[in-house]
């Protein structure tokens, strides 16, 4: 009988013939050559694409986790690609380091994180896959291969950022930085206002943020900035409480839109202000239990502000069923071949829907728009494309899958979908 497997959300199922654990890269590479394929790899399943679906083997690393050594004097780690973040913040923590940026959800592992481009906020702040310093991989054969910044840079830029189809990492060594504290501050304004200012305002901080409530005519903006101050307690965090009430308003008032904005609206502007300071593990996470589904795309971040006015637009007017916050990040530009940010300031806009709600129609209404600027997806949240998009969009996109084909020749982790992403015939 099939295995059965599915994402955080529940939206994305497979019914494998088999999930595998394996304890260690032995294990593993035994299954790459034997497992009934194709093999793909499960991370926390905190992706929204079928990126891990297979009715051959699922690969869940969950054995093959923790620190392996670290280098005090270079602020290095090399972990395991299971570790979840959330321990590998208590990890780095412990031995004086710090990641030098993080995404809200701490849940994934590592090597999943890596390879959908995972990233947090700020200008000058790159996503996980920029720390890359080396990577040790099982590639197609079952051979273990390794790859460093030093030795080979292209292969760093080539593999780290590889959807779990350019062999399954298993460890890799990440450049930190010496653990540190930072003020977070949160406040309300208005939309307009931030649309305005949007440049200005997300370059005053070392890493900002904001979320724009359907209806609310105003946004949060949240900013963190390095301190040496000592620690403050952090605020009881209510954004589930939140949710939850924006959920009742959108059901009860749903024949009276202009009665829930002003009730949604009134309620955001007496949002309580937040200043604080904690070391950084206790900063960037939050509590996420109302399960969603999500898209995000990355966009030249000059065009960050005309595309959310008109995602905006579309959700109040087309879809008042929505009521998850829009949020907006920036991301640093990279080298990395199959990174959304390469060679460009990106401003990252992420949309969201109840998982209890068929995501599909927001969704493809919304993706329109994110063309329109130039946007690319994240690749582990909900998109339409395919190969000849992705050759238009990523100047390195033929060199990408020219060492694809080496890590992989027989094609062991190329999926039907996987297949449809990267235009392979099967």
Same mark, same amino acid.
């Given at each position: 009988?099939?295995?059965?497997?599915?994402?955080?959300?529940?939206?994305? %199922?497979?019914?494998?013939?088999?999930?595998?654990?394996?304890?260690?890269?032995?294990?593993?590479?035994?299954?790459? #050559?034997?497992?009934?394929?194709?093999? *793909?790899?499960?991370?926390?399943?905190?992706?929204?694409?079928?990126?891990? #679906?297979?009715?051959?083997?699922?690969?869940?690393?969950? !054995? $093959?986790?923790?620190?392996?050594?670290?280098?005090?004097?270079?602020?290095?780690?090399?972990?395991?690609?299971?570790?979840?973040?959330? &321990?590998?913040?208590?990890?780095?923590?412990?031995?004086?380091?710090?990641?030098? =940026?993080?995404?809200?959800?701490?849940?994934?592992?590592?090597?999943?994180?890596?390879?959908?481009?995972?990233?947090?906020?700020?200008?000058?702040?790159? +996503?996980?896959?920029?720390?890359?310093?080396?990577?040790?991989?099982?590639?197609?054969?079952?051979?273990?291969?390794?790859?460093?910044?030093?030795?080979?840079?292209?292969? $760093?830029?080539?593999?780290?950022? &590889?959807?779990?189809?350019?062999?399954?990492? %298993?460890?890799?060594?990440? =450049? =930190?930085?010496?653990?540190?504290?930072?003020?977070? #501050?949160?406040?309300?304004?208005?939309?307009?206002?931030?649309?305005?200012?949007?440049?200005?305002?997300?370059?005053?901080?070392?890493?900002?943020?904001?979320?724009?409530?359907?209806?609310?005519?105003?946004?949060?903006?949240?900013?963190?900035?390095?301190?040496?101050?000592?620690?403050?307690?952090?605020?009881?965090?209510?954004?589930?409480?939140?949710?939850?009430?924006? *959920?009742?308003?959108?059901?009860?008032? *749903?024949?009276?839109?202009?009665?829930?904005?002003?009730?949604?609206?009134?309620?955001? !502007?007496?949002?309580?202000?937040?200043?604080?300071?904690?070391?950084?593990?206790?900063?960037?996470?939050?509590?996420?239990?109302?399960?969603? =589904? /999500?898209?995000?795309?990355?966009?030249?971040?000059? /065009?960050?502000?005309?595309?959310?006015?008109? $995602?905006?637009?579309?959700? /109040?007017?087309?879809?008042?069923?929505?009521?998850?916050?829009? /949020?907006?990040?920036?991301? +640093?530009?990279?080298?990395?071949?199959?990174?959304?940010?390469?060679? #460009?300031?990106?401003?990252?806009?992420?949309?969201?829907?109840?998982?209890?709600?068929?995501?599909?129609?927001?969704?493809?209404?919304?993706?329109?728009?994110?063309? !329109?600027?130039?946007?690319?997806?994240?690749?582990?949240?909900?998109?339409?494309?395919?190969?000849?998009?992705? !050759?238009?969009?990523?100047?390195?996109?033929?060199?990408?899958?020219?060492?694809?084909?080496?890590?992989?020749?027989q094609n062991r982790f190329v999926s039907p979908y996987m297949a449809g992403l990267f235009g392979i015939q099967q």
């Open positions: 009988m099939a295995a059965a497997w599915s994402n955080w959300s529940g939206f994305v %199922t497979a019914s494998p013939q088999l999930i595998a654990t394996p304890a260690d890269a032995g294990e593993l590479a035994d299954l790459v #050559r034997s497992a009934p394929g194709p093999l *793909r790899v499960a991370g926390a399943g905190h992706s929204f694409t079928p990126l891990v #679906r297979s009715d051959g083997t699922i690969v869940s690393l969950e !054995k $093959i986790e923790g620190l392996v050594s670290h280098d005090a004097v270079a602020n290095r780690a090399r972990v395991r690609a299971g570790t979840r973040l959330g &321990a590998l913040m208590r990890i780095l923590q412990d031995i004086g380091q710090g990641l030098p =940026n993080m995404g809200d959800i701490d849940r994934q592992a590592i090597g999943g994180a890596l390879g959908t481009a995972t990233h947090g906020s700020g200008p000058t702040l790159g +996503a996980y896959h920029t720390q890359l310093e080396a990577v040790q991989l099982v590639d197609g054969q079952g051979k273990l291969r390794g790859f460093s910044r030093a030795d080979d840079q292209d292969m $760093i830029h080539a593999t780290g950022v &590889a959807l779990g189809a350019f062999g399954i990492l %298993t460890e890799v060594t990440m =450049n =930190n930085i010496a653990t540190y504290r930072l003020r977070r #501050r949160k406040w309300v304004l208005p939309v307009g206002d931030m649309l305005k200012d949007f440049e200005s305002m997300m370059a005053a901080h070392r890493s900002a943020e904001f979320y724009y409530i359907p209806f609310a005519d105003y946004v949060q903006f949240i900013a963190s900035d390095l301190s040496g101050a000592a620690p403050t307690p952090r605020p009881t965090e209510d954004d589930e409480e939140g949710l939850a009430t924006l *959920r009742k308003l959108r059901t009860a008032l *749903r024949w009276l839109p202009s009665l829930r904005r002003a009730l949604i609206r009134g309620a955001v !502007k007496k949002v309580a202000s937040e200043d604080y300071v904690q070391d950084w593990l206790n900063v960037y996470a939050s509590d996420r239990r109302t399960k969603f =589904n /999500e898209m995000e795309y990355h966009l030249p971040y000059e /065009e960050g502000p005309k595309a959310l006015a008109e $995602i905006i637009a579309l959700t /109040e007017k087309h879809f008042p069923e929505v009521y998850f916050p829009v /949020e907006v990040r920036s991301v +640093a530009p990279d080298e990395f071949w199959l990174s959304p940010f390469y060679k #460009r300031l990106t401003c990252s806009i992420a949309i969201h829907h109840d998982a209890a709600n068929d995501p599909l129609p927001f969704m493809r209404a919304a993706e329109p728009i994110f063309h !329109k600027y130039g946007g690319r997806p994240h690749w582990g949240k909900m998109h339409g494309l395919k190969a000849t998009d992705f !050759k238009k969009l990523y100047p390195r996109w033929d060199d990408a899958m020219a060492v694809r084909r080496d890590i992989d020749p």
